[in-house]
């Protein structure tokens, strides 16, 4: 099945700077790859995705871009702030489409 | 919508007691997935529904675990008997479509067995 590994598992960035954080997956027919942003004690919500048609995809400070090829996905925060701290997760979907699986997760600090 | 909810929101229980948890997804969604959160194992999916039927239980972890979806709009996770390292964070998701829309989260239910 899908199996999908993310990098690093904790991240310390000063404010201001960028944070990068890579996933690879599996599956060369997966299609859609989401990431979700989890808050302490929140529930994951989803801040960007991107599917397997297109290379890149930006969304104001945040950016997400796919390898095919290489079967590698990543997430780009500029500027990083304060509040950009949480436990961030890729996923991709399986070669069904029918359901996502995760990455571990990536405890994002950002240090003022 | 209000979204995804469920209940309780936090549950503790002594070891051997029977859990039952509940979902209500986003009206419209067809699929229903179950998620166990810990530090150790992750987003963990248990099962997930299409149209009120299970479609993939290979991640109930044993026989002790247990989902239905008896309509569109509810659906249980039900543990008999719990554990100890049933101790997580359960969370229920929907989406309209799965692996290419957006899977909406609920609040979680935070099960402490004792």
């Known amino acids: 099945g899908e199996n999908v590994e993310q990098h690093p598992s904790t991240l310390s960035v000063q404010e201001g700077d960028s944070a990068v954080i890579k996933c690879t997956y599996s599956d060369s027919a997966s299609n859609y790859f989401p990431w979700y942003k989890q808050e302490l004690g929140k529930r994951p919500q989803l801040i960007i995705d991107i599917r397997s048609n297109v290379g890149e995809k930006k969304d104001q400070r945040i950016a997400v871009t796919l390898n095919k090829t290489a079967k590698h996905f990543s997430l780009h925060i500029t500027e990083t702030q304060p509040e950009d701290s949480a436990v961030y997760f890729c996923?991709?979907?399986?070669?069904?489409?029918?359901?996502?699986?995760f990455g571990a997760g990536t405890i994002l600090r950002v240090k003022s | 919508d209000a979204g995804v909810i469920q209940s309780p929101r936090h549950e503790v229980t002594e070891m051997g007691q029977e859990v039952t948890l509940r979902c209500k997804p986003i009206s419209g969604h067809d699929y229903l997935f179950w998620y166990r959160q810990t530090m150790m194992r992750g987003l963990e999916l248990l099962i997930y529904?299409?149209?009120?039927?299970?479609?993939?239980d290979s991640g109930m972890p044993e026989d002790r675990f247990s989902a239905k979806m008896p309509n569109a709009s509810f659906s249980t996770l039900k543990i008999q008997p719990s554990e100890p390292r049933d101790s997580a964070v359960y969370f229920c998701a929907s989406s309209f479509r799965a692996g290419v829309t957006e899977a909406f989260f609920g609040q979680g239910t935070r099960l402490t067995v004792v």
């Open positions: 529904f299409n149209n009120n039927v299970p479609i993939d």
């Open positions: 996923a991709a979907s399986n070669k069904y489409g029918n359901k996502l699986v």
